[in-house]
């Protein structure tokens, strides 16, 4: 039997039929619908009532149902339990409870505002944003990185430059021998110039990050100026794999000059995107000619051919063209035609950018309306040139792409199966509310395809909002590494103004707070990351905390404290990512930041001065746990953060630490993480 806690309440999100009905717990607020998730969280709890305000979710408050909830999922039903008045809350605790709702309705008033914003700068077309097209050094003998924003190609080759045979082979159709990449259920029709004849002698090179960052091929020419342009455009996109999006798909083509030569042609790469269609847009400066011109090579598929779930690709429900119009563009297209309307206005959607850590879905079985119950299979790659992979201080990859990865495979389907369209005319905001996993190996993740199986176990439809329960399983090369359970709501405009916290709104202070005598010290993480040899570092997109106070001896286990707070500058990178027209900080990059925080300080208090090549790392067959009670926007001052250093271990391995942690928006503590654990120890010749 599965079970799951859920603010220290333990449930089966399967439901037995011994299981106790569920208690709503009252609320001042008789106009919030949310309560009724507290229900079912406490299905096989006694009669107890805890008290009453408490939030439920990743920037989502309780408040009494208006109307008795109904569970969709294997054999749960829940109702609405009055409680009388007597247990109600006094006066005061009333009053601080309004403060803090009043509060965070005029935050979600400013943060609309910002996604206006947000949304009017997404419709002009411009560059890629939020980083510099720099590419990020790591580790010796491993390809550099990526930037952030920059597009994950469909398809990797070894391929850097084609000879005249090579072009006339691409001419003929022959992509994937000249290129030695393959994908199931591809039946392409695009091939080099076929709409003309080759003019192309020579590439002599493909630089999949050159020019600015995009990408750049040089080629040799004679014939055509226009059609050289082309032809080195689609060169580039053959070469990305943009035409495996869409079976049956062929080039369509935008350029401007025309006019015969001899000479070369430079293609820039300005843009590669996947919306509305597969495309990529550069520069072309030709011999001879001054100007250089614009042009764009778009895939595109037959006319009347589907492009929605499952006609996009034979035997594929979903692919990378699926999953970036979920992240930001036709929700109709990605989903299916119940979802049109989801376009363009705040809705569920995946991260964008590199904040998007799933591909594909490779086996569904389940159906749409269907929400008891469904499992699945997805995938996601992870090249070795990812740029987390750059910005980590982990020897792999870093903590927060296990969570986000594994969440974002879980929440895809459940959101496929439809449970937003229970309520029509409803905007529903995803959020995660928490989980526990578990790494049960180490595993280095580089240039490895990730398979994710999950299970939606059951769907809770409540008045305004909705729950959902999984169970999910990591595995590459197929061998399972990581495992976990999690939780999703989704929750209406009113219900994330009304957010309240961890704690029921009142006020909890930090350890320091209760300790003001307390001797603290202070670790400089900004100036030792401004040392560009500083090793065991968190840099670029990754750079989340700049300073620690540290307490020795000090925390809930007197074995050491820590505490950061950081500005939140609303131009940060991920609010862009995360989520398109919703934008608040990832909950995994909160528990990351602990992560961090905790790394210094085994730094900093010499765990690394015996071990001559010392490597983090994520340890195995430790548990743990996170709940997110609220949300980070972009209009909130500060992330402040602590963590408790639990336990110190020492093995074979290295030295691993234990630590509980938690974060706060100003006035409210949001974030709790339990045995979160991180290993440093000598660094072992990979695989």
């Given at each position: 039997?599965?079970?799951?806690?859920?603010?220290?309440?333990?449930?089966?999100?399967?439901?037995?039929?011994?299981?106790?009905?569920?208690?709503?717990?009252?609320?001042?607020?008789?106009?919030?619908?949310?309560?009724?998730?507290?229900?079912?969280?406490?299905?096989?709890?006694?009669?107890?009532?805890?008290a009453p305000g408490e939030s439920v979710g990743h920037g989502v408050a309780t408040g009494v149902a208006a109307a008795p909830a109904q569970s969709v999922g294997r054999g749960v039903t829940t109702g609405a339990v009055a409680v009388p008045a007597a247990q109600r809350v006094p006066g005061p605790l009333t009053e601080i409870r309004s403060g803090v709702v009043a509060a965070h309705r005029?935050?979600?008033?400013?943060?609309?505002?910002?996604?206006?914003?947000?949304w009017q700068r997404m419709l002009r077309v411009q560059a890629p944003v939020a980083a510099e097209p720099t590419i990020a050094a790591v580790a010796p003998g491993i390809a550099a990185c990526a930037p952030e924003w920059a597009l994950k190609p469909l398809a990797r080759t070894a391929r850097t430059s084609l000879d005249g045979a090579a072009l006339r082979r691409l001419a003929e159709g022959d992509v994937t021998g000249v290129f030695g990449y393959r994908r199931s259920g591809i039946d392409s029709a695009a091939r080099l110039a076929a709409t003309g004849p080759l003019v192309l002698t020579e590439v002599a090179a493909i630089e999949l990050r050159g020019g600015t960052g995009s990408g750049r091929v040089v080629a040799h020419f004679d014939g055509d100026m226009r059609a050289a342009a082309v032809q080195a455009a689609e060169v580039f996109a053959l070469f990305t794999g943009l035409q495996l999006c869409l079976s049956g798909s062929t080039f369509v083509s935008e350029p401007e000059i025309s006019e015969s030569a001899s000479g070369t042609v430079e293609f820039v790469v300005t843009e590669i995107d996947l919306v509305p269609r597969p495309h990529v847009t550069g520069?072309?400066?030709?011999?001879?000619?001054?100007?250089?011109?614009?042009?764009t090579v778009t895939v595109v598929e037959p006319a009347g051919t589907g492009v929605g779930p499952g006609a996009a690709v034979s035997d594929m429900l979903l692919n990378e063209f699926h999953m970036t119009h979920l992240a930001r563009g036709d929700q109709g297209i990605a989903m299916g035609p119940e979802f049109a309307g989801y376009t363009g206005v705040r809705a569920t959607r995946l991260p964008t950018g590199g904040l998007l850590l799933v591909d594909r879905v490779v086996e569904f079985d389940g159906a749409r309306g269907r929400l008891d119950g469904a499992s699945y299979r997805t995938e996601y790659d992870a090249p070795a040139d990812s740029w987390y992979y750059g910005d980590t201080a982990n020897e792999s990859m870093p903590h927060f792409v296990y969570m986000e990865t594994?969440?974002?495979?879980?929440?895809?389907?459940?959101?496929?199966?439809?449970?937003?369209?229970?309520?029509p005319g409803v905007t529903l905001s995803l959020r995660n509310l928490g989980g526990t996993a578990t790494v049960l190996r180490r595993v280095d993740l580089r240039d490895k395809t990730i398979e994710q199986t999950s299970r939606l176990l059951s769907t809770t439809i409540l008045p305004g909002s909705s729950l959902q329960n999984f169970d999910y399983t990591l595995s590459v090369d197929g061998e399972p590494f990581y495992t976990g359970e999690t939780m999703f709501g989704y929750f209406s405009d009113e219900a994330l103004a009304n957010q309240t916290g961890l704690d029921a709104g009142r006020d909890a202070p930090t350890?320091?707070?209760?300790?003001?005598?307390?001797?603290?010290?202070?670790?400089?993480v900004a100036a030792r990351r401004a040392d560009p040899d500083a090793q065991l570092c968190a840099r670029r997109t990754l750079a989340l905390i700049d300073r620690i106070d540290v307490v020795d001896g000090g925390g809930k286990y007197s074995a050491g404290y820590l505490h950061s707070l950081r500005e939140i500058d609303p131009s940060d990178w991920y609010f862009a990512r995360h989520f398109h027209l919703d934008p608040v900080i990832p909950g995994s990059l909160g528990v990351e930041s602990v992560i961090h925080a905790v790394q210094e300080w085994m730094l900093d208090a010499g765990f690394a001065d015996t071990i001559s090549d010392p490597v983090f790392r994520i340890p195995s067959d430790i548990a743990f746990s996170w709940r997110y009670r609220g949300q980070f926007l972009p209009t909130d001052a500060t992330v402040r953060l602590e963590a408790h250093i639990k336990e110190i271990r020492r093995g074979a391995h290295g030295v691993t630490v234990i630590a509980d942690g938690s974060l706060w928006k100003p006035g409210l503590r949001i974030y709790e993480v339990i045995d979160l654990a991180i290993e440093l120890g000598e660094r072992e010749d990979r695989p």
């Amino acid at each position: 039997m599965t079970v799951l806690e859920f603010d220290g309440v333990p449930f089966d999100p399967i439901g037995t039929a011994s299981a106790a009905p569920p208690v709503v717990r009252p609320t001042h607020d008789a106009t919030t619908a949310t309560a009724a998730v507290q229900a079912v969280a406490d299905q096989a709890a006694d009669a107890a009532v805890a008290a009453p305000g408490e939030s439920v979710g990743h920037g989502v408050a309780t408040g009494v149902a208006a109307a008795p909830a109904q569970s969709v999922g294997r054999g749960v039903t829940t109702g609405a339990v009055a409680v009388p008045a007597a247990q109600r809350v006094p006066g005061p605790l009333t009053e601080i409870r309004s403060g803090v709702v009043a509060a965070h309705r005029a935050a979600l008033t400013a943060q609309v505002a910002l996604q206006r914003a947000v949304w009017q700068r997404m419709l002009r077309v411009q560059a890629p944003v939020a980083a510099e097209p720099t590419i990020a050094a790591v580790a010796p003998g491993i390809a550099a990185c990526a930037p952030e924003w920059a597009l994950k190609p469909l398809a990797r080759t070894a391929r850097t430059s084609l000879d005249g045979a090579a072009l006339r082979r691409l001419a003929e159709g022959d992509v994937t021998g000249v290129f030695g990449y393959r994908r199931s259920g591809i039946d392409s029709a695009a091939r080099l110039a076929a709409t003309g004849p080759l003019v192309l002698t020579e590439v002599a090179a493909i630089e999949l990050r050159g020019g600015t960052g995009s990408g750049r091929v040089v080629a040799h020419f004679d014939g055509d100026m226009r059609a050289a342009a082309v032809q080195a455009a689609e060169v580039f996109a053959l070469f990305t794999g943009l035409q495996l999006c869409l079976s049956g798909s062929t080039f369509v083509s935008e350029p401007e000059i025309s006019e015969s030569a001899s000479g070369t042609v430079e293609f820039v790469v300005t843009e590669i995107d996947l919306v509305p269609r597969p495309h990529v847009t550069g520069t072309a400066t030709v011999t001879g000619v001054a100007r250089p011109q614009q042009v764009t090579v778009t895939v595109v598929e037959p006319a009347g051919t589907g492009v929605g779930p499952g006609a996009a690709v034979s035997d594929m429900l979903l692919n990378e063209f699926h999953m970036t119009h979920l992240a930001r563009g036709d929700q109709g297209i990605a989903m299916g035609p119940e979802f049109a309307g989801y376009t363009g206005v705040r809705a569920t959607r995946l991260p964008t950018g590199g904040l998007l850590l799933v591909d594909r879905v490779v086996e569904f079985d389940g159906a749409r309306g269907r929400l008891d119950g469904a499992s699945y299979r997805t995938e996601y790659d992870a090249p070795a040139d990812s740029w987390y992979y750059g910005d980590t201080a982990n020897e792999s990859m870093p903590h927060f792409v296990y969570m986000e990865t594994s969440l974002q495979a879980a929440l895809l389907m459940g959101y496929y199966a439809g449970p937003t369209l229970t309520q029509p005319g409803v905007t529903l905001s995803l959020r995660n509310l928490g989980g526990t996993a578990t790494v049960l190996r180490r595993v280095d993740l580089r240039d490895k395809t990730i398979e994710q199986t999950s299970r939606l176990l059951s769907t809770t439809i409540l008045p305004g909002s909705s729950l959902q329960n999984f169970d999910y399983t990591l595995s590459v090369d197929g061998e399972p590494f990581y495992t976990g359970e999690t939780m999703f709501g989704y929750f209406s405009d009113e219900a994330l103004a009304n957010q309240t916290g961890l704690d029921a709104g009142r006020d909890a202070p930090t350890w320091l707070d209760e300790h003001p005598a307390a001797t603290v010290r202070t670790i400089d993480v900004a100036a030792r990351r401004a040392d560009p040899d500083a090793q065991l570092c968190a840099r670029r997109t990754l750079a989340l905390i700049d300073r620690i106070d540290v307490v020795d001896g000090g925390g809930k286990y007197s074995a050491g404290y820590l505490h950061s707070l950081r500005e939140i500058d609303p131009s940060d990178w991920y609010f862009a990512r995360h989520f398109h027209l919703d934008p608040v900080i990832p909950g995994s990059l909160g528990v990351e930041s602990v992560i961090h925080a905790v790394q210094e300080w085994m730094l900093d208090a010499g765990f690394a001065d015996t071990i001559s090549d010392p490597v983090f790392r994520i340890p195995s067959d430790i548990a743990f746990s996170w709940r997110y009670r609220g949300q980070f926007l972009p209009t909130d001052a500060t992330v402040r953060l602590e963590a408790h250093i639990k336990e110190i271990r020492r093995g074979a391995h290295g030295v691993t630490v234990i630590a509980d942690g938690s974060l706060w928006k100003p006035g409210l503590r949001i974030y709790e993480v339990i045995d979160l654990a991180i290993e440093l120890g000598e660094r072992e010749d990979r695989p």
